[in-house]
């Protein structure tokens, strides 16, 4: 399974407010069904990989160190729907549509958006997974620079996963 970096989608509700870092990971689903933004997000938060689980878990104990926000998990995934204003651990529903979810998070040192983007392509969907990142102040840049690194690995890694997820 393929996973590549692209271009900013220009279709995301994310278009329309400058960032301080983007980035954009897609790949191919061949589903013979339809697919809803709703059933991607359960799929990302299903299929997470226990080390990437460890990751957060640990970060959340070194940053809430700082007074920064961490996220409750324990929220079973199943019946869960991603209506605006709903958090599931760290992340908040701030929009959504057919195709798209839109999750992330404010808080004093930075904000965040996770985009996770159906787009349709002749032949099967594309799935594409894009992050905004706004600077509060410099902690914030701080506090990136090696998240930055952790970051590009985790969605390559979190993009393969919900694919195998819900091909199924």
Same mark, same amino acid.
């Given at each position: 399974?393929?996973?590549? /970096?692209?271009?900013?989608?220009?279709?995301?509700?994310?278009?329309?407010?400058?960032?301080? $870092?983007?980035?954009? $990971?897609?790949?191919? =689903?061949?589903?013979? %069904? !339809?697919?809803?933004?709703?059933?991607?997000?359960?799929?990302?938060?299903?299929?997470?990989?226990? #080390? !990437?689980?460890?990751?957060?878990?640990?970060?959340?104990?070194?940053?809430?160190?700082?007074?920064?926000?961490?996220?409750?998990?324990?929220? @079973? !995934?199943?019946?869960?729907?991603?209506?605006?204003?709903?958090?599931?651990?760290?992340?908040?529903?701030?929009?959504?549509?057919?195709?798209?979810?839109? =999750?992330?998070?404010?808080?004093? %040192?930075?904000?965040?958006?996770?985009?996770?983007?159906?787009?349709?392509?002749?032949? %099967?969907?594309?799935?594409?997974?894009?992050?905004?990142?706004?600077?509060?102040? #410099?902690?914030? /840049?701080? $506090?990136?620079?090696?998240?930055?690194?952790? %970051? /590009?690995?985790?969605?390559?890694?979190?993009? @393969?996963?919900?694919? /195998?997820?819900?091909?199924?």
């Amino acid at each position: 399974m393929k996973i590549k /970096k692209i271009a900013f989608p220009q279709n995301s509700l994310l278009i329309g407010t400058s960032y301080d $870092y983007t980035d954009s $990971y897609c790949g191919n =689903l061949n589903a013979g %069904h !339809i697919i809803t933004s709703d059933e991607v997000g359960k799929a990302f938060f299903s299929s997470s990989p226990k #080390w !990437i689980g460890i990751l957060l878990m640990l970060r959340n104990k070194l940053v809430s160190i700082f007074g920064l926000k961490t996220g409750d998990s324990s929220k @079973k !995934i199943h019946n869960y729907r991603f209506e605006k204003g709903d958090r599931i651990g760290l992340f908040k529903v701030f929009d959504k549509n057919i195709d798209e979810l839109l =999750l992330g998070e404010d808080d004093k %040192h930075l904000d965040f958006r996770v985009s996770l983007l159906l787009e349709p392509q002749s032949q %099967h969907k594309r799935l594409i997974i894009s992050t905004t990142v706004i600077f509060n102040n #410099w902690f914030g /840049k701080l $506090y990136f620079l090696p998240v930055k690194q952790f %970051h /590009k690995l985790i969605v390559r890694n979190m993009l @393969k996963q919900t694919l /195998k997820e819900l091909k199924h």
